[in-house]
Structure formats: C-alpha cells, structure tokens
C-alpha cells in the first residue's frame, strides 16, 4: 500500500483538484481538497492559449503561481488528514494544459514540477503527455487506462464519459483492448457563452440552456465540423473550439436568443457524444459519466434520452465520486510511473507502442 496525491487543472480552468489515493490491488480515494483559481491567473492561463507578447516569461511566472497555488493546497489537504509529506509517495501533477496540438509533434502542461517537489518536499511526476505525443501518439485522452481499472468489471460493454471542459471517451469491452478518443466540446463552449452573455463562471444545471430552443441550423453548421467526422484515435482543445469559432459561425447564420445559442451548445455536446459513441461501440449497456458535466442535470437527461437502450448514471452511482476522477487518475499515473508500468494505450492514442509515461522531479 501507498499514499499518492494526485493535481489536476483542467481545460475549464475554474480551480484545481487534488486527491489523495491508497494505491493496493485498486486506487481508493482516501481526501480531496479544491481550491479556485485566482481570476487573474485564469485570464493569463487562457491567453496563453494562443499567441501573444513575451509569453515565454509570461508562461515561467505563470506556472511558477499555477506551483505555488498546487503546493498551498497540498499542505492544507495534508494537515487537514494529519499526514506528513514523508507519508506520500508522489505526487502526480498534470499541470495546466497551455497548447495541444499532436498532429504538429507537440503538447504543453504547465506547472514547474521542480518547484512543486521544492515546496512539498515530495517527489512529483509530471509531464505525462509528451511521451505520448513522442511515441506518435495524441498524448490524450490518457484517463481511459484509469476507467479501465476502476469500473472494467462492471459489464461487458461500457462507456465511461469525462465532460470537463472537453469530453472524451473510454470503451472499455470484454477480451478487447480498451478504446477512447475526445469526442469534442464539453462545458467550454457553454461555459464561454454563458460568462459573455451574464458573466457567469457556468450554467448550473443545465437551466439557462434548457430555457432555450435547439436551432437545427446552427446545430448542423456546427456539427459539419471535420473534426466530428473522424472515428479517433484523436483528441481536440481551445485551439479548434473556442468563442472565435462560435462567432464564425454565427455571423453566417439568422441572429438567434442567447438562450437558444446555449441550448444549440449543450446539444451539440450531447450530440457530439452520442453520435461518436454509437458509431464507435455498438450495444452500450451503461454510460457513467464524470467531471462536471455529470452535475449538468439538462445534460445528463439529453444522454439518457440520446442513448435509451443503456443505463445512463454518473460515476457516483459506482462509488466514484464524479469531480475527483481525473485527480485521482494522475495520481495512478504517478504510481505506474514509479513502477514502470506503461499507462498510455496504443488503441486510444495510436501511439507506436505501450509507454512509460511522466518525468520524475525527486523530492
């Protein structure tokens, strides 16, 4: 037995998510602690995302806040459970994602692992992706080998559906390797339109977007998207969807209610969802669903209707709490890792083979 923590920072960039697991025969989720991000980190982590003005330094001093922030709340989680850093194995990081672009060799996390090591006296594991990507891979997503592990023995064929600020996807089938790719926008879009439109961090519960009607035409424009025609391995970021594609969109299209837009959004990512999955694993008998999408009520029912044949339900229903997956799947990360165990799979990322993955930074 041992005791890993695992940080993660996703695409939506509200907070950061850190979870303490035992790792013996299974990962049990022993604590957890959140922390927002600071506004005006997020602004500068967004903006770069894109191109601008000195950003080399800009992106060292942002990552040196992303560390000290990650390592504030580590300490916390640990005095809350009475821990020591010498109690923890390592600590696996994530980092924040800044550019994902695989087709062009390339992936980048920010998070000085260095100074993360420094502030905790704990060695970190980071840098999960690159490997990957170096391998030929996506670098992404890199959960599905996780769902695998956690909920494989609950049927013959599942699907296990993350919906953080992308959605991806683990087909996890008996005697067959596992499967998974992104299948497109999660909350960014709708979180994105909602903060222009009310200045609102996201729609809770699906309620502005359910006061809305679906546009079929901005739906199917939207959908006519290439990256929604391929079957994967592939994976997808704010370099394709973003407010900047939406616009485009809309500026050929009859003005719509802001509402309507935010219903058109949440379908598309139901229906970008749905869509992938049944063309990509035939006969789905449940669909358990986490991040924070599973607490996107209008969402969760758009599934259920989209997909009547399989139970649709959040990993809660299975003993996972849905917000502290991913955390808890670096945390693994680190641990294999440690051991030398490859955690990539060839089938979800088209990788030339099974890797080890993450760079150490002994304590």
């Not at 502030?119 to 391998?135: E, K, N, Q």
């Not at 991806?168 to 999660?186: A, M, R, Y």
């Not at 960014?188 to 439109?197: S, T």
């Amino acid at each position: 037995m041992a005791l890993y923590l695992g940080v993660m920072s996703g695409t939506s960039l509200d907070g950061l998510d850190i979870a303490l697991i035992e790792q013996g025969e299974q990962p049990e989720l022993l604590a957890t602690h959140y922390l927002p991000m600071p506004g005006d980190l997020r602004q500068e982590l967004l903006a770069l995302c894109s191109s601008g003005p000195d950003e080399i330094a800009r992106a060292a001093l942002a990552e040196n806040r992303w560390a000290t922030l990650a390592g504030e709340g580590i300490r916390q989680l640990l005095a809350r459970q009475g821990l020591q850093a010498d109690a923890i194995r390592a600590i696996g990081s994530h980092g924040q994602t800044i550019r994902h672009e695989p087709a062009r060799g390339f992936t980048v996390q920010i998070g000085n692992p260095a100074l993360l090591a420094e502030l905790t006296g704990i060695s970190v594991v980071a840098d999960f992706r690159r490997r990957d990507v170096a391998a030929g891979g996506q670098g992404a997503p890199l959960v599905p080998a996780f769902h695998e592990t956690l909920f494989g023995h609950l049927g013959k064929h599942l699907a296990v559906l993350n919906v953080g600020g992308f959605s991806n996807l683990s087909l996890i089938e008996q005697d067959k390797p596992v499967h998974g790719f992104d299948c497109g926008p999660g909350n960014v879009l709708l979180d994105a339109w909602i903060e222009r439109k009310h200045g609102q961090a996201y729609d809770a519960d699906g309620a502005w977007a359910a006061s809305g009607v679906v546009q079929a035409g901005l739906l199917n424009a939207l959908l006519a998207d290439p990256f929604f025609a391929g079957s994967g391995p592939k994976s997808t970021g704010r370099e394709v969807f973003n407010l900047a594609w939406l616009d485009g969109h809309l500026a050929r299209l009859p003005a719509y209610r802001d509402e309507d837009v935010q219903a058109t959004l949440l379908e598309l990512t139901a229906r970008s969802i749905i869509d992938s999955l049944i063309n990509a694993q035939q006969g789905t008998e449940a669909l358990l669903v986490c991040g924070g999408g599973a607490r996107n009520g209008a969402l969760m029912a758009r599934l259920g209707q989209l997909l009547p044949e399989a139970r649709v339900t959040s990993t809660g229903a299975h003993g996972v709490d849905p917000d502290w997956v991913e955390a808890m799947a670096f945390a693994w990360l680190a641990h294999c890792c440690l051991e030398g165990i490859p955690a990539n799979r060839p089938s979800v990322t088209a990788a030339k083979g099974l890797r080890v993955l993450g760079a150490i930074y002994p304590a």
